[in-house]
């Protein structure tokens, strides 16, 4: 339910177009989309820290001396800030002050982050120190701004070019454009004509800060704080919403704290945890020691008894990847980081924290699911082994070397594991009909499974996915096809656990 307010939108387009657009550039798109982008929670007391970070980040390229002399000036009601295009701002204070890296880009860029800080808030008219901030007339961002037009076009033809085609960064484009709306607004459009009959709804945040730096590490954060905005504002949307919205904490091992972030949002009344490899760390056998302790701690918290807290990780060998070509800087891996979703990780994970109550999202991918069944396929639990499961996806379209087949292993050997189904849409065709070849591949693939082990068909849960979903088109569609397909003769016994029995027990409602 969170927004790009929510992202550190300048470093995904960075990172997304493999640096092909220009940090200024980025900076700039970030700027205004984050204009353009509303919110149910945006608080005088929100407005006020994000002006503060801005402040300290602006204050922190100077020596304390000049950063004094800086802030002095800016929260003069005296100095019209608001009145000034960037050239005046820096000309300015370059004067007053007598500093001459005051035309270093990345300052020049800062000031005018701060400018923009003052501007958002103008209506408000909230009182940054001393200053009382009034209705700022020149309205750039709804100026039909034709140059902003030219600008972002080239950030999506640069993406396209590093993402190797015009389906993925158009498709990209859209999901940021609806990325603007507030946090209702999207609840509102999910819970609407794509998800009639649906009661409860479990929502997942992402922490993302810190996995999409610069190569000199410049840290490119999100708008909205995590601990101190994210995790409060999605707590009072679930709270206008009881009963309906069930919140997700994400964890996020560069976080020195992050157990205790996730230790707040429990408090809060969040269900469990969202836990995300493709981001770069995995479940098992981090490179980078210090995620590998967190991330022990996160598990060994969760599974005490008196916890038994509720883990959602994502399954599949791709995803939101921080290093979606690959990455040859420690401690990150050589290869595209979705592969640190693999259910290998969490095989070796489960064995030294066997009570984990864990679900796999995406139950391991597509790849698995809708290849062609062949009787050579394993389908007991016990003839299925680590060392046989591969990342590369044109192997995994046989079973026996699929994160699926590791992830049906290990939703039946484990207590607490369950899958679900979420962005399984090789069947599901945007006009609501079915891939013949791929739904006769699933079904056929589930009611064998179902026959040889049972216990699957109480650990296979419906999801959405429903931004990946949105990007594909299948938004509208994809519940009531998974309907369809569970309302045939044959999974008819198995279609209460599937929408519903399944997912209380594994969230323990």
Known sequence: MFNLKYLPVA?????????????????????????????????????????????????????????????????????????????????????????????????????????????LSADKKIKFGDVAIGKNSADALNSGNLLMDKLLKEVFEKMDEAMGGLEKAGNMARWFAFMLNSEEEIFKRIQGSDSQGVSRFVHQMMDVDYFFTEEDGTTHKSYFDFVTQQIPNMEKLDKKYPGKLHALVAFNPSRENSLEVVKLAMSKGFKGVKFYPPLGYRAHGDPNPIFQQRIAELFRYCSRPENDIPIFAHCNNQGFEAYPKGDFHYPAPRYPSGYNS?????????????????????????????????????????????????????IQTNWNNSYAAMVFKLCVERPNVYCDAAYLDDMVLPDGSFDETAKANFKKRLLRLFMSEPKFASRIIYGSDWHMLFQEGKNQVYYSTYLRFYSEPEFMPYKNDFFEANAKRYLKF
């Not at 701002?89 to 004067?95: D, F, P, V």
């Not at 984990?356 to 809708?370: N, P």
């Open 11 to 119: 470093g995904i387009i960075r990172r997304y177009s493999n640096n092909k657009v220009s940090l200024r550039m980025a900076r700039g798109v970030e700027r205004f989309l984050l204009n353009k982008t509303k919110s149910s929670f945006e608080s005088e007391k929100g407005l006020k820290a994000v002006f503060k970070n801005m402040l300290n980040k602006l204050l922190g390229m100077f020596n304390a001396k000049d950063a004094e002399k800086i802030q002095t000036l800016l929260l003069n009601p005296a100095f019209k800030l608001l009145e000034l295009n960037q050239h005046q701002i820096i000309s300015n204070l370059s004067k007053q002050l007598n500093l001459d890296d005051l035309k270093d880009p990345l300052i020049a860029d800062a000031l005018l982050e701060f400018q923009e800080m003052l501007s």
């Open 342 to 394: 693999s259910p290998v990780y969490w095989y070796h994970a489960l064995r030294d924290f066997p009570d984990l109550r864990l679900c796999l999202a995406h139950g391991g991918g597509t790849e698995g699911w809708f290849c062609h069944v062949r009787n050579t396929d394993h389908i007991k639990a016990y003839e299925i082994f680590p060392e046989n499961i591969k990342d590369d996806s044109s």
